[in-house]
């Protein structure tokens, strides 16, 4: 089988190179300690690094640590051989220091080049390799095995021209993520002003700004109980974060259920749902799918009429909301303290009338359209890179 990729820029037909990875590649780097060398540097920590993107969310001092350093100079690359699983990484684009928990890897050789060595740690194939870790609870990728790795490299005018187009790709990807985090913190500033009532939707046919009526939530909101056993006629659905999704084979546990005739609880259209253990960590949201059963240890409220269900869903999703009404939480068990929906609905809220609730709905999903579109393009040049990746590496 020869060494050639199976995509690669027209003008390149010779076979990569066969090499040993730790002939060509050294993690040796000098050593900074805080203690003796006074030298203020910009110092990188593993939380400094976004899980796989390369993306660096920040530095630290190097004088205000405590513990020793690796150094490295600009164009080195940095990854993290703690929990390889994270996928860590950087390229260096200035000297300084990081935590010992991450390789300084360079080039050893000429027909190297470290920016193209930056991508070659991104494959699947050293993916595998760096899995090959030493233990289990703090698992760290070794660095003899990685050292012993065969690899494949082209010329280094091919490697320029492969590090270039994974260079753009990347500030593609970053610039839309970041376009998509302001989108995210725009959405979250509207939602904050319109809940505070600092941003109003008038009436098209006045100029008065209606007054917000509290309420409680057992008026606009009734639990619904209805249940089904388990069968072709409804789907079965799960709750999460995400929101409600159908059950996958992957996730599906109903092979654990002894008893066939056990009832799921019943969610139609546009019913406010939420796990009463979960509440905490944001599991509340509406029913977008249609009717579905699913645990019966999931409270499920129907909207009564002369309420907006989208408007409801932004009220009832926010943290704000959701840290307010867990004052109600009961249990000794932090895993397990739950909001029951008696208390629940007990609770009270500001409404505006059905009108502006519209409006508000609308302009928030209109909002989240938006995001949806660009995660939907970001995961389009991700999926790209990935492509890319799998097929102009050997």
């Not at 302001?182 to 008038?202: A, C, D, S």
């Not at 909101?221 to 089904?228: A, C, P």
């Not at 409804?234 to 066939?260: C, M, W």
């Amino acid at each position: 089988m020869s060494n050639v990729p199976k995509l690669r820029f027209p003008e390149f037909v010779d076979e990569y190179k066969k090499i040993v990875f730790g002939d060509y590649v050294t993690n040796k780097s000098g050593k900074y300690n805080p203690k003796v060398n006074k030298t203020n540097y910009p110092c990188i920590e593993l939380e400094n690094i976004e899980e796989a993107s390369g993306r660096l969310l920040g530095t630290v001092k190097s004088q205000e640590q405590s513990s020793t350093k690796n150094k490295f100079e600009k164009g080195a690359v940095l990854y993290s051989k703690l929990r390889p699983y994270l996928k860590k990484y950087y390229y260096a684009d200035f000297e300084g220091v990081c935590t010992s928990e991450m390789w300084v890897l360079n080039s050893k050789r000429n027909n190297l080049i470290n920016l193209y060595l930056y991508w070659m740690i991104q494959t699947s194939k050293f993916d595998r390799e760096v899995s090959k870790s030493t233990g289990s609870k703090m698992p760290r990728a070794d660095w003899n095995t990685i050292a012993n790795h065969i690899s494949y490299i082209p010329s280094t005018t091919e490697q320029e021209k492969i590090s270039r187009l994974f260079s753009l790709l990347n500030k593609k990807i970053l610039e839309q993520k970041e376009k998509v985090e302001l989108l995210k913190e725009q959405k979250k500033g509207y939602m904050q002003k319109i809940f505070n009532r600092e941003l109003r939707f008038k009436d098209e046919n006045s100029n008065e700004f209606p007054n917000w009526n509290k309420t409680r939530l057992d008026k606009i909101l009734t639990e619904r109980k209805s249940y089904h056993i388990k069968s072709n006629e409804i789907p079965h659905a799960t709750l999460s974060t995400e929101g409600i999704y159908l059950k996958t084979e992957r996730y599906d546990r109903d092979f654990l259920v002894r008893n066939q005739e056990k009832k799921y609880k019943i969610s139609n259209l546009n019913d406010i749902c939420y796990n009463p253990a979960n509440l905490k960590f944001g599991v509340i949201t509406r029913n977008q799918i249609g009717t579905v059963i699913f645990s019966p240890i999931y409270i499920t409220f129907e909207i009564v009429d002369g309420y907006y269900p989208v408007f409801i869903e932004y009220m009832v999703i926010r943290k704000d909301f959701i840290n307010k009404v867990r004052k109600y939480e009961e249990g000794t068990v932090y895993e397990r303290m739950a909001v029951k929906p008696k208390d629940f609905l007990s609770f009270e809220v500001l409404i505006p009338c059905y009108e502006e609730q519209e409006k508000i709905g609308d302009f928030l999903k209109s909002f989240d359209n938006l995001i949806e579109k660009e995660v939907e393009y970001l995961e389009l040049i991700k999926s790209q890179k990935k492509s890319f990746m799998q097929n102009m590496f050997v």
